[in-house]
């Protein structure tokens, strides 16, 4: 519930102590000494962890394969495209119908510039690479219970809210209120700077005037020749600001996920994905349901059946195996791991997380309202709205991210059919922009919770301390990789991590490298 | 001397003053009613405001055509590259050496979404946009005179400088040293808002933490597998910030002219020019330099000899005249304006800038530092260095803004030569950037004192109320148009509004809708 009732700001503040957030200890192409001599790697899952894994170890000379449940590569890093269809579990279908060049990224959809390795993949294999926007100030903020429902632009609330704490605090360091927690030296300057900071007037006060209307936005704007002259635009007072709770989301664009500059992959995330899946070339059985690994002191075997069905068991063998299974999945996988790992997989659980894609049918949120990408925050369940990053200016329809919600928001979205989901979403998308119900050509949600593949959105350890470390262990010939094995979940770039750290310590164990400890 | 001693942020605070920031009062694409019956219009200056007259008088019916002093349209929208060779004033003489597809913008190079009249056109005209980016959080902000000459991140210097007077005020108000300034009911929620706004502990504090490291970044990033555990980072003093005046430039990226979204046209600011030339036909003629303009009551004539150093003699005549010639031009040339509008044109001086564009070898700052677009700050001289908005991820050469200076800090570049003004901009650059002297390929500045067709970069009035409501009235025929002629000086913006606001006016002349005090 943290998302939900306290914004999103607050939201990834909370989740650094789940780990989910951060920078990436990339250091560049992995480089391995010496090589695997043909020793045989089986992985198990073609996500971009899966992936990595089998590049990496294909250039060190590894024999690699893998098996891959979906009938394509790629895992969460997935893209939806008119003509494409998907069966949720629980049996509801989806044929989505964007138009040619629309899509949803279903799962990851940013690439933030801390994301080193994700980016160094990207510019190796090609992937052509646009700025994503996150942040944009005439996008809006939303709380349906304050300002009569109305959303604001961000631009106003950051402003204002910004230029009115700015005049107290400076107000209180000029009248030396604050003694005892600012120095003599540092007031003067620390007035200086608010003045600055906040906006101030000589006066030390944040007032509508020509120098406030340059950051929230004019009255009457500028114009040419006989026009009228510029009029700045009135203030809202902070008062009204904090009872509505439009602080809430200040702060989304500045974590180190959010902060410019952000990249997008140009017509969709699984880019990424086909261009591994081309690099890695032909070693992948898909439509490969696995149902039972056993590993042994020499090797490990992995039995699977057809994912559409099948009963008929293949079994591969290999000298050792490399699993990005989700632990969701992979609990339910016979196996003969260890009690440690046994009770590592047990710990983790699924978030959930709903996302839902609405083609409209002309970009009015540019045409109208001069949103140009960007993500509007609603305290509504929806949570937001972000507006599409490609295609700017362009006549044809475009797919808003019409809801993006995790935890209890998600839940009254994951529970209904479909087409219902789609519902909600245009109800209470309208009342941002009732452009809404005219506009809406067809929409498209992924529940995660109902993906049969991985069952939530990514992994949360109820209690790393306790199981984190046997899980990194290898265990029966087999290393785990995945998001849920990094500091980094939830992100593309901690699938990749942690399969450059398995594959380092697998090339070090194959070649007596292997230290102490790893 | 504002913006060389305060700051960038505080420069475009006081630059409202003058007018030079701001919206736009564009309302959409000009529908004249009527039309001008084939009544002929001569256009002095194919610049932005003189193309969109003549476009949309032509649109209208009227017979238009245009003198241009330049072999080219455009103006100061106006793009250098590689094959170019450009003479200033003074003789000296520049040839451009950029690779294939780099450029400078010598003059505007950035379109906010507040504009939009300039983002209309380049719609209608098929000018191809992407996104500008302003601000990075990865860029630098940095003072020769402070922690060492180092530069330090934007994304540092905000949070904690944010987070420490987050911290100061939530003390105060928490102590009730702010009973007099903030109402009970607003002072929980302000503290609430605080720790959001600042990320505050539960203690009011902003200290190294995890959830502060999401902000301003990790001492040891996140990792994968058996990699270390991520270490959140050091604080920065609010003591060392206040007294480094690294919070000066905080807020560049948030006026109304910076804010996201914002925008390039792709390959170059003159692409807008072309698409205008294109539009308006073939009714420039170019080359020719204006030396005498004389208005009747029935008409205009105009005479100009080749700007390449002709004297043969040409005179064109028509019913009217919008005239676009910068007034620091427009003084030199014969006229019989009424007093009042001669008083006008020597009331507006030109401010001074200078830019200079670096190609360097490779694109070290996104390759090395990680910087990808956005613009770093600097007390030095040089203003700013600004990463190019383009061709990310290329492993080709780049051209850096590496300096962008106005006022008091141009004049030194202004004055010496240009070879020796590449070589300051990379004795300057190279304390941010030491890759400098490795990496430079060529360069090439603008010193817009120095510009012959306008002598400055643009137009202020010493005193718009004595004089600007004589300027802005028909005279003799003529009506002035322009940035000059506008609440948006500088700006692209301004100069096709004021156009806009020039070609109604005559249009309501013409077909007797004039109304009074038009």
Known sequence: ????????????????????????????????????????VLILGAGLAGMTAAYELGKA?????????????????????????????????????????????????????????????CKR?????????????????????????????????QADYRGQISELLAKAVHQDKLDELVTDEDAELLVE????????????????????????????????????????????????????????????????????????????????????AREIGDIVTYNAKVIRINGTEDGVEATYVAADGGTEETTVTADYCICTIPF??????????????????????????????????????????????????????????????????SDGPGVLLGCYSWGAASYQFNAIAPEERIERALEFGAQIHPQYRDEFASGVSVAWHRVPWVLGCYGIWRDGEANYADAVKMDQRTLMAGEHMSDLPAWQEGAILSALNAVKRLHAHVTGAETEGN
Chains 1, 2 share one sequence.
């Open 328 to 393: 969701s999945i992979l609990g339910q996988i016979e196996n003969n791991f260890s009690g440690g790992m046994q009770a590592a997989i047990d710990s983790v659980y699924y978030d959930s997380s709903i996302k839902i894609g609405l083609e409209m049918k002309r970009r009015f949120w540019e045409q109208d309202e001069h949103i140009f990408g960007g993500i509007s925050y609603t305290d509504l369940p929806i949570t937001l709205i972000s507006y599409p990053s490609n295609d700017f200016f």
């Open 193 to 276: 700077s608010l003045k600055t900071f906040g906006v101030l007037n000589d006066n030390l006060e944040y007032v509508k005037s020509d120098a406030t209307a340059i950051y929230r936005g004019w009255a009457v704007d500028p114009g040419g020749g006989t026009d009228p002259a510029p009029e700045p635009s009135d203030i809202i007072s902070l008062g009204d600001i904090l009872k509505g709770r439009l602080w809430k989301d200040l702060l989304v664009g500045e974590t180190i996920d959010h902060q410019q500059a952000i990249f997008q992959p140009v017509g969709g995330m699984d880019m990424i994905a086909q261009a591994f």
């Open 1 to 40: 519930m943290v998302g939900y009732a306290a914004g999103a700001s607050a939201m990834y503040t909370a989740m650094a102590g789940m780990g989910y957030a951060g920078s990436s200890s990339y250091e560049g192409p992995l480089e391995l000494e010496g090589d695997g001599n043909g020793a045989s």
């Open 125 to 157: 294999f090609g992937v052509k690479l646009e700025p994503f926007i996150q942040q944009n100030y005439y996008a809006y903020l939303h709380n349906s219970q304050a300002f009569d429902g109305k959303p604001q632009r961000f631009r106003e609330i």
């Open 61 to 121: 000379g590894y024999k690699v394969q893998i098996l891959e449940y979906r009938e394509k590569a790629g895992g969460r890093c997935w893209t939806l495209r008119g003509g494409d269809s998907y069966t949720e579990l629980g049996g509801y279908k989806q044929d989505v119908q964007f138009s040619e060049g629309n899509y949803l990224n279903g799962g990851p959809w940013r690439i933030p510039t801390d994301h080193h390795a994700v980016l160094d993949y």
